[in-house]
């Protein structure tokens, strides 16, 4: 008898060790794209890849969440953006349209890139990107320790 009651003890153990171990939910990451802090709404392209390190935003359609009530249940307020994506080894910005809601692929060309570039360099140091230059009509940006400029034209609408 009491070896019965011994195994009963340890299996309701092990399933209550077994129901702590259930999915806690799931957490969407991705793009702002929109904000409305009077409506507590966000709008956001979802990443679609699993690796968090290589974020793929690409996921349609742009979905919309409501924000908690409480401000301290959400932490900073997002900043909200339509660049996707910035790529300029295939010479292209990635745009969200939200009048179509879809994306704009914008060719870009290169003026001059350079590699290797330390967060200490004085080319960056205190400035913020990306950078309009409204003379030269280009704009610069950095990422990953590379420094890239391209031209601002029509079908190119970064504004400061």
């Known amino acids: 008898?009491?070896?019965?009651l011994i195994r009963l003890l340890l299996a309701a153990f092990t399933l209550v060790l077994l129901?702590?171990?259930t999915d806690t939910g799931k957490v969407d990451q991705?793009?702002?794209v929109a904000f409305d802090k009077e409506k507590k709404t966000i709008t956001i392209i979802r990443d679609a890849s699993r690796d968090p390190a290589h974020p793929r935003y690409d996921v349609l359609p742009a979905m919309t969440f409501q924000l908690p009530a409480d401000p301290r249940e959400m932490g900073p307020e997002p900043k909200p953006g339509l660049r996707i994506r910035l790529d300029p080894d295939k010479?292209?910005?990635v745009l969200y349209d939200p009048q179509k809601k879809n994306f704009d692929t914008i060719p870009i060309r290169i003026?001059?890139?350079h590699e290797g570039?330390?967060?200490n360099n004085p080319r960056?140091?205190?400035k913020t990107f990306p950078t309009v230059d409204q003379d030269s009509k280009s704009s610069r940006s950095i990422a990953a320790g590379t420094s890239s400029s391209y031209p601002l034209s029509p079908?190119?609408?970064i504004s400061t």
């Open 1 to 4: 008898m009491r070896a019965l």
């Open 19 to 21: 129901a702590g171990c």
């Open 30 to 32: 991705g793009r702002t």
């Open 91 to 93: 010479g292209e910005i």
């Open 111 to 113: 003026v001059e890139k």
């Open 117 to 119: 570039i330390k967060k």
């Open 124 to 126: 960056i140091q205190n």
């Open 155 to 157: 079908r190119n609408p």
